[in-house]
């Protein structure tokens, strides 16, 4: 008996993996098993599903998750309003009742000729039964329309990401059907890799004082928000478009309102880490 080959996830140009994250993607295409992507928000989940359709040569289909989202939206829709407008004020045919459904991110998925990456993003913002109800569509790649009597089978199995920022627990059936896997905070080195990959031309003496800065915020423990990834970025993309790319005046951080974003983190960091100045909070409005 044939054992039947997948496509090997390697990474891509744009996105800096480490290996055991590369290592769980790939465990889960082989197993056709839902990678759970778990970190704190800006360390790249989302932007993992753009390199995994990237690098695989796949089209991204991406169900953006909100407290009001319902796990039948991601099926299919039934749009009977359209269907009562049309009886009412059109000539139109209305006992065909296909016309009137609407696939969801994952029929669509689904539907697909060519297997798709689908992400499921930010799981964790629907309800508590939002995971287990859809269980038994992701085990089995097919659900059931009773308007029209049909059964949609997924024509390939979509590569399904999903990913949470640990707002709130996932209950455990549906934790039993994933692979998981946490994504750590980049090390200064990693970091190092993922801010050249935006900034190429990036001038050592900038790059090396805005990590270490950077890093500074992170280590202090009473900050409400520590700053993010993405937060780095902008921070650097600020300081390079004003032209600075030299050293960081010690304790005056330029654009401070980029990285952090609470006002009781600014006030703790003025109160702690700047000396006062006559007329100011406590921090320079360089700062600001």
């Known amino acids: 008996m044939s054992q039947k080959s997948f496509e090997q996830f390697k990474g891509s140009e744009d996105y800096v993996i480490s290996e055991a994250l590369k ?3 790939n465990v889960a295409i082989v197993l056709q098993r839902p990678l759970l992507v778990r970190g704190e928000p800006g360390t790249g989940k989302t932007l993992l599903s753009y390199s995994i359709a990237s690098s695989l040569g796949k089209e991204l289909i ?3 998750i909100k407290s009001t989202t319902k796990a039948a939206e991601g099926l299919y829709v039934y749009d009977t309003v359209q269907r009562l407008n049309d009886s009412r004020f059109d000539d ?3 006992s065909d009742i296909k016309q009137y459904i609407k696939l969801g991110k994952l029929g669509q998925a689904f539907t697909a000729p060519q297997q798709v990456v689908l992400l499921i993003d930010e799981i ?3 309800d508590v039964e939002f995971p287990n109800d859809l269980l038994n569509e992701l085990d089995e790649m097919s659900f059931y329309i009773p308007e029209t009597d049909e059964t949609i089978k997924a024509m390939q199995r979509p590569i399904v990401l999903i990913t949470s ?4 627990e996932l209950p455990d059936a549906f934790l039993r059907r994933c692979i998981f896997h946490y994504i750590d905070f980049p090390e200064p ?3 190092e890799e993922i801010v050249k990959v935006h900034f190429p031309n990036i001038k050592n003496a900038l790059l090396k004082d805005a990590l270490e800065t950077f890093y500074t915020l992170r280590r202090i423990d009473d900050f409400r928000k520590k700053p993010s990834t993405s937060e780095l970025i902008d921070w650097i993309q600020a300081l390079m478009a004003s032209g600075l790319d030299g050293k960081i005046r010690d304790g005056d951080i330029p654009f401070l309102g980029t990285l952090i974003k609470k006002e009781t983190d600014i006030d703790y960091y003025a109160s702690h880490y700047l000396k006062r100045r006559p007329g100011s909070r406590g921090y320079s409005t360089y700062a600001n």
């Open 124 to 126: 964790d913002k629907a």
């Open 23 to 25: 290592n769980a993607v």
């Open 62 to 64: 991406r169900w953006n």
């Open 165 to 168: 920022n640990n707002e709130k």
């Open 189 to 191: 080195e990693l970091m």
């Open 92 to 94: 139109k045919d209305v």
